[in-house]
Structure formats: structure tokens, C-alpha cells
């Protein structure tokens, strides 16, 4: 029971609001009668101000209680709104000594006050409210952990004492109660949404939902979550994306299409890792990834424009220039760079395995050459890109849905977006022939055991809509919780998703933020 966990003080604010319902004053009433915000109130004062009208501003107001000062004939309180900070003020003259009691007897930082009256300018020139009449709206039974503001030079500093990631990603309600810029941070969330959206509608596109259960996972290179429908008997999976069914909608006419919903992967976690995250994919006809990528730069630094009013971005430490065009930068070329390993020459296994040997370095025997490639470049190139790169032209062992580079049969037209060493999004000109699509299932099938990522089921379904045709098709996938992430400057996944998935209580959740637990 809440009440058996309850500390003395605790107890103190349950024994207030069980004392107010004794004298008939319900501690959670059903309605508010708030009529506009703090920051509208003061708005309107100070242009009946400027306008020199003697008409008094009175507004009901309503928020949470946030500072707390009674001096016997007076009192003064802080309330915070969606909106922001304003002060209350309350006489013995306008309210009478019971009800000035009644405040500082009953009232406690964290409660939800509803406060009307008239605004005014005190001496010290704070817009405040002088309070007429008030009344409980929520007594907090839990007191919120207290802040503090200090100045520096002129500036406003908050210190929080809800530091510990561990706490506030569990309580993310008291989490946002206390850090304004928590609260910052998701509504600049909301905005990258919107700008994605109207960057798209601009461009044509059409924004469609596609089936979140699956009888056939697919589209991405990742382990899926199982779960079975009871009436029909039939195991389903949460989605890992939503590429197969948005490119059967291209072969249905629909020639730009987007989709900005969850998915969902059996996969470990990290700063940049949840099981759960919002993805935005689109695809578009008779293009291919050139466009895309074409599209893609001009869709980001739009984004960054909107929500963060700049192309200029700090991030982990760096400076990003997210202004078009980006570099773009093919993984044979990146690797000679950066390894002097040139993987057109070394085009087998047998030889990059006895290359990799020569080095020292460690690989799965039972791994295909393609996936050798994407082992070294990973660990040795991904890294390195710090600026915006499109990071070209990827093996065909591990790209089953792209098109083959002409003239390179091991190699597909897929690009990755890397911004300071983190993928940012994936994209392929998309392969459309269906008996090419087939064989590439079937080796995936041979090549990969059930527990590889890499790992792609047969989706006959989608081979029967690229047999009914679907033309030259661009596609993209990008994470939008990493792109959260870049434009507002947070390292982890987990200050950017409202409620993270984390390990039990107790076991360490916020270990994997380490940008090490890759």
C-alpha cells in the first residue's frame, strides 16, 4: 500500500488533504476554471500598461506551487504553468485572516493551486497577482525534489538535485517537474516531427501508417519481438520496419509515401540503442539513392533550421556544419583511406580473411566476405566521420533489398548518413526485379543461422507485388530519436524517449549510456 511506504512528512501532507475533506473541501476537485496561462496574464498587464487603461487585468490562473513564503497578514507563492513562472499574492485585507490561514495551513510546495484575482506591478516591479480567492486543485502527497536558482554575473543558473540518470529516466514525471529543459527538450522534439512532416508534404509525399503486427518481419537487419494472436492462433511479430509494406504501396501507385511511427528490435541498448524508437521512412519512385541523397541533405539541415534556428549544431563535443551538400564517400574508397585496404582487390573471402590474419585481427569464419567488410568498416571507419557523410556503396551480403553497383556484383547502391561517428539513417535504390529479390532471400537463408541479425525471412507476399512491377524506387530510414539527439545536443537516446526501456530496478539501467556499449 502507497500509505505503508509514507515518510512523517509524507504523512503530514495526507493527514492536510484527508483535513480538508473533513471540512468539506475536496483536495482533488473535478474542474478548474482556469481562463488563460501565467505568461498570457502578464502579457495582458503590461499592454494595458503600455496603453495606460485603468480597466484591471483579472484572470483565474493555475499551476503548481513552486516557492512558498507566509509572513502572518501576507503571503507570497510561485506558481508554474505550461507556460511558465508567476507570482501570487495574498492580504489579510482582500482574503481575511481564516482564509490566509487556511493557505499556509493546508498549502505545501508541489500542490496544484487555482488562484483568481487581479494583476499588478509591486515595488520591487515583479507582475503578480493579488489573490481574491484560491482553492486546491491537487495535493502532491510526495514532495518533488528541490532546485535551486543561483546568479551569476546576471544569469539565471538552476541546480537540480534530481541528477541521477537512473532516477529520472524511471520517474520521468518528476523528472520533467523539476527540469525545465527536460521539458524543453520534448518540445523541440515535437517541432523536428512537424518540420520532417511539412518538409515532406512539401515535396509530395503522402503520409500513410502501415500494420505494426506482422505475420512476416522484414526490411531490417535486426532481431524481432514475437508475441501470437489467441483467436487466430498465429504468432506475429512488432515490426522492425516499415520498408516491405511501404514499397508494396509504390507498386500500388502511390509514388511518394512516408511513414513516421515505432519500431521495435530484440537488439542490446545503448546511448544510442532502444528496443522501441520512432523511425521515419519514405520512398519515393522513379529515383534513385543519387536523389535520395540529394533530398535527404536538403530534408536535415531544413529540420535543423526549423528547431534549432541553425545548420551549425554542437554535438558530443563537436562542431557539425549540417549545410548542404555533404560528403559523399564510398566504403572501398574510406577503407583505402583510412586501412589502405583495397577491398575490390581483396574481392573473396579467402583473401580479406588472410589479410585480416596478416593484421591479427579477429572475424567469424562463418561469415560471409560482405560481412567482413561491414566488420572493418565499422570498427575502423564510421568512427572517423564526424561531419555530415553519406557513406556509399555497401556488400551485397549484407544489403538483400538494394540494387547492384553496374559493373560490381558484390556491391549494391545503399548509402548510410554518419554524423560524429553515429549512423543517422540508411538507404538503398531499391531492388525491384522479383526473381533477384527471391535468390536473395534464398542466400540469405543458406548464409545466416535464425539467431544472425542479418538473418532475413522469405516475404513471398512482397515477391508477388514487385512481380505485378514496381518502378525504379529511392528509399530512406532514418532514426528520428538520433536526430532528436544531434539538434538538441544530448549524448543519450534516453534524454530524447519520454519513457526509455531500461533493466530492471536496482540492476544498473543507466550503464549502457557509456558511448563505449556499442
Known sequence: MLEEE????????????????????????????????????????????????????????????RAIRNMGKLSFAHIEDGSGKVQLFFRVDELGQEQL???????????????????????????????SAFKMLAKALLALPADKDEQFNGVTVRHSVLT?????????????????????????????VRALQEFLDGEGFIEVETPILQPIYGGAAARPFTTYHNQLKQ????????????????AGGMERVYEIGRDFRNEGVSFKHNPEFTQLEFYMAYADYHKVMDLVERMVSFTAQKVAGTQKLKFRGHELDLTPPWRRLSIRDGLLEQLGLDIYELDSFDKLAAWMDAKGMKYDPAAPWGKLVSQLQEEYLEPKLIQPTFLCDYPRDVSPLAKQVPGKPQMTERFEIFVAGMELGNAFSELNDPMEQEQR??????????KDEEHHPMDEDYLR?????????????????????????????REVILFPHLRESGSGAAEADAPEAQ
Do not use: H, W
Not at 116 to 123: A, E, K, P, Q, V
Not at 165 to 173: A, L, S, V
Not at 441 to 446: D, K, S
Not at 476 to 483: A, T
Open 235 to 250: 504468432q506475429l511479430y512488432l515490426r522492425i520496419s516499415f520498408e516491405l509494406y511501404l514499397k508494396r504501396l509504390i
Open 164 to 192: 541521477d540518470p537512473e532516477t529520472r529516466y524511471r520517474q520521468r514525471y518528476v523528472d520533467l517537474a523539476v527540469n525545465p529543459q527536460v521539458r524543453e527538450t520534448f518540445k523541440l522534439r515535437a517541432k523536428t
Open 6 to 65: 509514507f515518510s512523517e512528512l509524507e504523512m503530514n501532507r495526507l493527514e492536510k488533504a484527508r483535513r480538508l475533506r473533513a471540512e468539506g473541501l475536496e483536495p482533488y476537485p473535478i474542474l478548474s476554471e482556469r481562463d488563460t496561462s501565467s505568461q498570457e496574464a502578464i502579457a495582458a498587464f503590461e499592454a494595458a500598461e503600455v496603453a495606460g487603461s485603468a480597466e484591471p487585468v483579472e484572470v483565474t490562473l493555475a499551476g503548481r506551487i
Open 441 to 450: 532471400f534464398l542466400e540469405m537463408g543458406r548464409e545466416y543461422t535464425e
Open 465 to 493: 507485388a514487385l512481380a505485378y512491377g514496381m518502378p525504379p524506387t529511392g528509399g530512406f530510414g532514418m532514426g528520428v530519436d538520433r536526430l532528436v539527439m544531434l539538434l538538441t545536443n544530448n549524448a543519450s537516446i
Open 101 to 131: 490561514d487556511a493557505f499556509a495551513r493546508n498549502f505545501d510546495l508541489g500542490d496544484f493551486i487555482e488562484a483568481r484575482g487581479t494583476m499588478f506591478r509591486t515595488r520591487r516591479g515583479e507582475v503578480t497577482l493579488q489573490v
